[in-house]
């Protein structure tokens, strides 16, 4: 099959339709080009070395179910009882399975526009976005093309295939959306909210899609069964056909290959350093971390994949404090900065949630300073982490900065550590040790001139 033809088969014309249809070799063609995609949806998201076996083979298997799933309904539920011969005989269920998945397998390319790498040329935020509109997109060309595929094949009307993969692919997404993504991510999301965390932007964005898509499946489920069952050929309709031995796009193939392996070797090597980073702040080696980030550029690590420590992830209370306990003043500009701007995003979990920003907003001082203490208690740092925190802001000149405009936060820190009862998010000291850091803790800030009842007049996170 001439890479042409693939091409004109992606935008649905009849002839190279037929043509992978009656192709044996689509089959394995198909494979190949999944595991091709393997490499597209993943090469700039997340290190082959982290799980190497799902990274590779993850999008066949998803692929081989959903493909599956699809010829069960479309072809086995609505297609194949028009299939009747001169003789009464529908053809048999899975005798038309292979040449289907070969037509399924071969819409990979389509899903290779999720290869864009939208995070490099545009903020996380819009990048949700884009990466949004690429699903969309990648979805409704996949329905349509499928749609068309089956209405060559089987002289079906349009609308009626339409509604045969509407229904199956509508169906999936509620099946998904409620065993996985959907109500998992809410589920994950009231988990995060009722242990104080605020969730990010962009996650608030694709729990947001998740649910508008799962709203419009479900509403799409009942009206595409009802056409689908309701609306029957005036003729007996065709069934797929026997695939025929043809010769395999050897060449073709390997150049994809070739192509993907070349674009995923540079960002292989910033998720590289980012997982890096990731396993010397797991093992607690936080001057280790601030060396290796200190060797490299911001270039250096995958646009795609937040730099730890991750801000709306609980452990940014554990992995943040000991960077700080670590920073120098010698350290790169960048590096400084990444680190106060992880400070920043760790203080929005001790603010208000949207629903009591307003409240908030107008409490007195004192109540906010209370209020902080209070979520600070809940989460954390323990005491020897805000003395880390203390020790690196007092080192370089944006904390020290950072201080003389942040009094409300360190007045309630030091409210939140008045008392020695306190949830800690993981003792790791005894609680000796703890009580020794408490009592250094409120020394500190009373020589920092942080005194109860005088936490100043600092703006709130």
């Given amino acids: 099959m001439q890479c042409s033809a693939g ?14 249809a009656m192709w044996r070799g689509a089959f394995w063609a198909g494979v190949a080009l999944v595991l091709l995609t393997g490499i597209a949806r993943n090469y700039d998201q997340t290190f082959i070395v982290e799980s190497p076996v799902l990274w590779l083979f993850g999008p066949l298997l998803f692929s081989f179910v959903s493909g599956s799933w699809l010829y069960f309904v479309v072809y086995g539920l609505f297609a194949r009882r ?16 292979r040449s289907f998945m070969g037509l399924f397998w071969l819409t990979a390319p389509i899903a290779w526009l999720y290869a864009i790498p939208v995070e490099r040329f545009t903020d996380s935020f819009a990048a949700v976005k884009l990466n949004l509109t690429l699903l969309a997109l990648v979805s409704l060309w996949r329905v349509l093309l499928m749609a068309r595929v089956m209405q060559v094949i089987t002289s079906a009307p349009l609308m009626m295939t339409m509604a045969w993969v509407l229904f199956a692919a509508a169906l999936e997404v509620c099946v998904v ?26 996650e608030e964005m694709l729990l947001s899609a998740m649910g508008t898509a799962f709203s419009v499946a479900l509403c799409t489920v009942p009206i595409s069964l ?3 069952s309701g609306w ?15 010769p395999m796009p050897w060449r073709t193939l390997a150049a994809w290959a070739a192509f993907w392996v070349a674009v995923a ?10 997982v890096t980073v990731e396993r010397l702040l797991a093992e607690g080696r936080g001057r280790a971390a601030l060396d290796f980030l200190a060797s490299h550029q911001p270039l250096d690590f995958a646009p795609a994949r937040m730099l730890p420590p991750r801000p709306y992830e609980r452990n940014i209370f554990l992995e943040l404090p000991p960077l700080f306990g670590a920073v120098l003043p010698s350290d790169p500009d960048w590096v400084r900065a990444h680190l106060m701007q992880r400070l920043e995003l760790m203080q929005i979990h001790y603010g208000p949630d949207e629903w009591h920003r307003l409240s908030y907003e107008a409490a007195s ?18 005491a020897g982490g805000f003395l880390q925190l203390l020790d690196g802001l007092e080192r370089i ?7 003389e405009k942040n009094l409300l936060f360190l007045g309630a820190v030091r409210a939140a550590n008045m008392e020695a009862s306190r949830y800690l998010p993981r003792n790791s000291k005894t609680e000796a040790e703890q009580e020794a850091d408490r009592l250094l803790l409120l020394q500190r800030l009373d020589e920092m001139g942080v005194t109860e009842g005088k936490a100043g007049n600092g703006s709130p996170p």
Avoid: C, H
């Avoid at 028009?82 to 399975?97: H, L, Y």
């Fill in 7 to 20: 091409l004109k088969y992606l935008f649905g014309q009849r002839a190279p339709i037929l043509e992978v």
């Fill in 177 to 202: 959306y409620v065993f996985d993504g959907g109500i998992g991510g809410i589920a994950r999301s009231i988990m995060v909210a009722m242990g104080g965390m605020r969730n990010s932007p962009e």
């Fill in 397 to 403: 000149p944006e904390g020290r900065l950072w201080l």
């Fill in 365 to 382: 001082q004192e109540q906010k300073t209370q209020f902080m203490a209070d979520r600070i208690r809940w989460m954390g740092p323990e």
């Fill in 226 to 228: 009802i056409i689908a």
């Fill in 82 to 97: 028009e299939m009747v011969d001169a003789g009464g005989v529908r053809p048999k269920f899975w005798s038309g399975w």
């Fill in 232 to 246: 029957r050929p005036r003729r007996p309709l065709g069934a797929l056909p026997q695939p025929q031995l043809g």
């Fill in 265 to 274: 070797i540079v960002p292989q090597r910033e998720l590289a350093n980012t």
